[in-house]
């Protein structure tokens, strides 16, 4: 589904656990970005594994829907709230409404992002600004209100959606390629600062993911020959990432901290990189 739809997107038709199904029963997870795209399936994954979640994000309808069909699925509790994680106070009040509903907060994904492809030359002060404030300080302000809230005095496991995009200077999005490089290094930040805490803080950057906005809105019409690319040949799947959330959320993760674990089938090796080819064949979305 598109993400700048407010329709929500739908749960898989059939899911299958390598861990424990009852893996997270009794933990609660607070998920930016919920209602679409990687982290709807981090969601539903998570819930798949007896998990309560909260999604948060600006669109209220969105996450109300995506929280009715996630809870339908799996049987269990989905709460959606509406934030701007740009926003402090909002993002308080957020944790704040997610810790009287459920008392603990064990798991935070830090998933809400912006992203399009603008080349550097054109684009505005407040177009850098703004990708900054969502993917960076966002998940800052949502990493330290849930802190405060819940994790110093209890522990967690804190889980930042980055990307591969600063490994190799990506064209056309210095952006986000400098809002992910922002995040890992807090993502290391955290982990050393509050590890003596027991909080884990670890970073996920996927690479090219079928069937999401990002492909959609950053590919355009290189997507098809994208797959020829990969070493492993072909697109990541929304569930390759929730996977992958799972294991850095369970105790067989329990001594990683700080790093961030790339998910791309190999490709940011091997990706074409080159402005004048990409500028050209992405036209289209400029
Ligand atoms: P998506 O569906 O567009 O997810 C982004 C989410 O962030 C949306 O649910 C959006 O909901 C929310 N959001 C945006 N601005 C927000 C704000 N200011 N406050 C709160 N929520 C906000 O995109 P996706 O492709 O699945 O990407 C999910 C994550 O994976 C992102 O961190 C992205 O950078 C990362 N990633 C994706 C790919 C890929 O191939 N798709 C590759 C590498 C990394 P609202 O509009 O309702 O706010
Ligand atoms: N190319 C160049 N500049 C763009 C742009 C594009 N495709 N889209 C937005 N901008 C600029 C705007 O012109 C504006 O700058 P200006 O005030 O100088 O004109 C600035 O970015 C902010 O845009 P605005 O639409 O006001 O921001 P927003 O807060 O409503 O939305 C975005 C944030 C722009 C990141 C929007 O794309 C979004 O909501 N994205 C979430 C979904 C997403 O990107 N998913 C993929 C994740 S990988």
């Not at 009852?22 to 819930?47: D, P, R, Y």
């Amino acid at each position: 589904m598109a993400a700048s739809s407010t329709i929500a997107d739908k749960c898989m038709k059939a899911y299958n656990h390598v861990f424990n199904p009852s893996l997270f029963k009794g933990q609660v997870a607070f998920i930016t970005g919920g209602g679409s795209g990687i982290c709807f399936t981090i969601a539903e994954v998570l819930m798949r594994h007896q998990c309560s979640t909260i999604i948060a994000s600006r669109k209220l309808e969105r996450v109300q829907q995506a929280a009715e069909e996630l809870s339908k699925v799996t049987g269990q509790r989905c709460l959606p709230i509406q934030m701007d994680v740009r926003k402090p106070k909002e993002v308080v009040a957020g944790v704040q409404q997610a810790m009287r509903e459920f008392g603990k907060i064990n798991i935070l994904v830090n998933g809400a992002a912006g992203n399009f492809v603008c080349p550097a030359a054109s684009m505005s002060f407040n177009a850098f600004k703004t990708v900054l404030e969502i993917d960076t300080m966002g998940t800052f302000n949502t990493s330290k209100a849930v802190f405060d809230e819940y994790m110093r005095d209890n522990g967690g496991v804190i889980i930042n959606i980055s990307a591969t995009l600063a490994y190799k200077a990506t064209v056309l999005q210095c952006h986000a390629s400098a809002a992910k490089a922002a995040i890992d290094s807090m993502t290391k930040s955290l982990a050393v600062e509050w590890g003596p805490l027991g909080i884990r803080v670890v970073g996920i950057a996927p690479g090219p993911i079928d069937d999401t906005e990002g492909i959609r809105k950053l590919a355009g019409p290189l997507a098809e020959s994208i797959p020829k690319r990969i070493p492993l040949r072909r697109m990541g799947t929304k569930v390759d990432i929730a996977d992958c959330a799972v294991f850095v959320a369970s105790p067989a993760a329990s001594y990683i901290t700080g790093d961030t674990i790339v998910v791309d089938g190999g490709d940011w090796m091997t990706a074409p990189n080159d402005a004048e080819m990409r500028l050209e064949s992405m036209k289209s979305l400029l």
